[in-house]
Antibody, heavy 123, light 108 residues
Framework: QVQLVESGGGVVQPGRSLRLSCAAS????????MHWVRQAPGKGLEWVAV????????YYADSVKGRFTISRDNSRNTLFLQMNSLSAEDTAVYYC????????????????WGQGTTVTVSS | EILLTQSPGTLSLSPGERATLSCRAS???????LAWYQQKPGQAPRLLIY???SRATGIPDRFSGSGSGTDFTLTISRLEPEDFAVYYC?????????FGQGTKLEIK
């Protein structure tokens, strides 16, 4: 079945780095744009970054620009999020999500989500 | 950047009642790229509506979306017990893919 599984979360000290992974299965990963979305404890959803299906374009939220890098390895069906210079404000559950589309390029929103991985930034 | 404002913040209703949730955008949403998601505690969000008014796969027909431009609505025609959750609207298709702050639908 179509599935996304995040990993790599944990407790990290302020200023340190962490890399999250998102393993995709059950669909042609290389054909889809992929996102990272996060949710701080008790808060709403915050979009973090998007990477096009072929890696040609990537965009970031202002809150992470210059510190986070989204990438993918289509040969391994895996999405990554490299997070540097972490601060307490980055503490959140991080979800990866697939952006669906049709043959005309019309977009359908984020139709598949992982279960999330928790990142806690604390000394 | 398109800012999305959802109202009300909390909506208290009983099963069987009709729910109307609003999402207002700070500027016109192109191609009606406006989605609605449902999130229950401890779970990932679930796509309900895309393109402002199209139901995602497997979503019951008691959920409907409407609107265009800057004003959008999610309607749940007859609330079932499993519908009590937090609902988010989202602009997508161009960066930044902003979410509204959410509406909590709670049992009265």
């Amino acid at each position: 079945q179509v599935q996304l599984v995040e990993s790599g979360g944990g407790v990290v000290q302020p200023g340190r780095s962490l890399r999250l992974s998102c393993a995709a299965s059950g669909f042609t990963f290389s054909s889809y744009g992929m996102h990272w979305v996060r949710q701080a404890p008790g808060k709403g959803l915050e979009w973090v970054a998007v990477l096009w299906f072929d890696g040609s374009n990537k965009y970031y939220a202002d809150s992470v620009k210059g510190r986070f890098t989204i990438s993918r390895d289509n040969s391994r069906n895996t999405l990554f999020l490299q997070m540097n210079s972490l601060s307490a404000e980055d503490t959140a559950v991080y979800y990866c999500a697939r952006e669906d589309y049709d043959s005309s390029g019309y977009l359908y929103g984020m139709d598949v989500w992982g279960q999330g991985t928790t990142v806690t930034v604390s000394s | 950047e398109i800012l999305l404002t959802q109202s009300p913040g909390t909506l208290s209703l009983s099963p069987g009642e009709r729910a109307t949730l609003s999402c207002r955008a700070s500027q016109s949403v192109s191609s009606n790229y406006l989605a609605w998601y449902q999130q229950k505690p401890g779970q990932a969000p679930r796509l309900l509506i895309y393109g402002a008014s199209s139901r995602a796969t497997g979503i019951p027909d008691r959920f409907s979306g409407s609107g265009s431009g800057t004003d959008f609505t999610l309607t749940i025609s007859r609330l079932e017990p499993e519908d009590f959750a937090v609902y988010y609207c989202q602009h997508y298709g161009s960066s930044p893919y902003t979410f509204g702050q959410g509406t909590k639908l709670e049992i009265k």
